[in-house]
Nanobody, 117 residues
């Protein structure tokens, strides 16, 4: 069983920065893909970024060049550095771990990011 706990959300002005962290407990495998998703009010949850244990990353077009995902396998933690934030980045950000060969998908409870204009 894996548990994910996010932290680092808050209120920031447009153009500002925030760093989200997600600490994982339980067994983390090298095959696990970790990532961040977000859900804005009235919208569906969407991919923000993912990272493999080897460091391969994938980003949504809307955040490329502004957000950076990183992972510390020893600390079982994934980070999301968010720069040049925009009001449209306002959402609840969820940490995710996917263990595809076993069909397992874990979610954190989310952390709210609010960007004021």
């Amino acid at each position: 069983q894996v548990q994910l706990v996010e932290s680092g959300g808050g209120l920031v002005q447009a153009g500002g920065s925030l760093r989200l962290s997600c600490a994982a407990s339980g067994s983390i495998l090298s095959i696990d893909v970790m990532g961040w998703y977000r859900q804005a009010p009235g919208k569906q949850r969407e991919l923000v970024a993912t990272i493999t244990s080897g460091g391969s990353t994938n980003y949504a077009d809307s955040v490329k060049g502004r957000f950076t995902i990183s992972r510390d396998n020893a600390k079982r933690t994934v980070y999301l550095q968010m720069n040049n934030l925009k009001p449209e980045d306002t959402a609840v950000y969820y940490c995710n771990l996917q263990r595809e060969p076993y069909g397992l998908n874990y979610w954190g409870k989310g952390t709210l990011v609010t960007v004021s204009s």
